[in-house]
């Protein structure tokens, strides 16, 4: 068979993924784009144009401006607790234990699950009557308050018993076994989002820590053999020689939790759909919310819009960093 010199271009082998990426990705882009600049509700075939005016309405909503605080809420959280909870395993787990393989496959497992699956498993145990938290934050209780009244009144013990009931109690938990057993965590406007958040952290540990190991194990060890020689042992070797090599995994770690931070949907939708009172709002849950239960569309579009504006700029910096370095 006679091949033509258009079959042996790159461009026969292009055609369809970039026939697919058009009509997956950049014309669904630049509908919404220009989506949000109409008041279309999704069902009518007429919409109109109202230009800069969904716009307008978005920057004079307080219910965005709360879902845009709840997303630089995970943002930071996000940065803090997964990221050095998955370092801290990765460093832990880089060497020889008991039962390494084990522990990585476990701390790994809940980001093979479902989002959906965990959300369940999170109200599960946050349930107010059933749930595992509550019974036990009623055992606990129940132990402190024994331990606190049938213990002397005087020493060490009984000082920090006391101080351990009244710094839950300055959290909004209560110290009483029984009111424990009904605490509503995704019911309370003061804790429903520490409870998602608590969730989230629990699914991205993991896959932080996948990340740092891959960086650990690349690592050259000849560099790590020569310090050690130099002197260099525990927190010195860390944090002078080991944390600098990874800085490349840092930045890839820095950039996808802001990305994920910013599209989180899945927990928020299922455990809460942003209530009480828009305490748990995101902007993905608020964008959803908008076009497919108020029939907002075009809103809904204003809202994409500037969700996709503020997670450009992480990718934008990655793909500088990634330039500069890969130039460097």
Known sequence: MRRTPWLQSPAAFLWLPLLLYTVWVIYPTFSTILLAFSDWDGVSPQWGWVGLG???????????????????????VFLAIP?????????????PLPLDRFLK????????LSPTVIALVWAWIYHPQQGL??????TLLAFLVW????????????S?????????RSLGLPVDPEAARSLGWLGDPKLALGAILAAACWRQVGYVMILYLAGLKTLDPEVVEAAQVDGATGWILF??????????????????????????????????????FHSTEVLANYMYLAAFH??????????????????????AFFLRYTVRREEG
């Open 83 to 95: 990221t050095s909870g998955g370092l801290f395993l990765a460093y832990l787990l880089n060497h």
């Open 160 to 168: 920090a018993l006391a101080t351990l009931l009244a710094f839950l």
């Open 294 to 315: 108020d029939y907002q569309m075009g809103y809904a579009a204003a809202i994409a819009v500037v969700l996709m504006a503020i997670t450009i700029v992480p990718i």
């Open 54 to 76: 969904n716009f307008r309405r978005l920057f004079q909503d307080p219910a965005f401006y709360q879902a845009l605080k709840n997303n630089l809420i995970w943002l930071v």
């Open 147 to 158: 331990a606190w009244i049938y213990h002397p009144q005087q020493g060490l013990l009984n």
């Open 239 to 276: 944090w002078r020689v080991i944390f600098p090599l990874l800085m490349p995994i840092t930045t890839l770690i820095v950039v996808i939790s802001t990305v994920d931070s910013f599209r989180s949907f899945d927990l928020v939708y299922i455990l809460t759909r942003g209530g009480p």
């Open 105 to 112: 496959v476990s701390f790994y497992l809940p980001l093979v």
């Open 133 to 138: 938290l509550n019974s036990a934050l009623a």
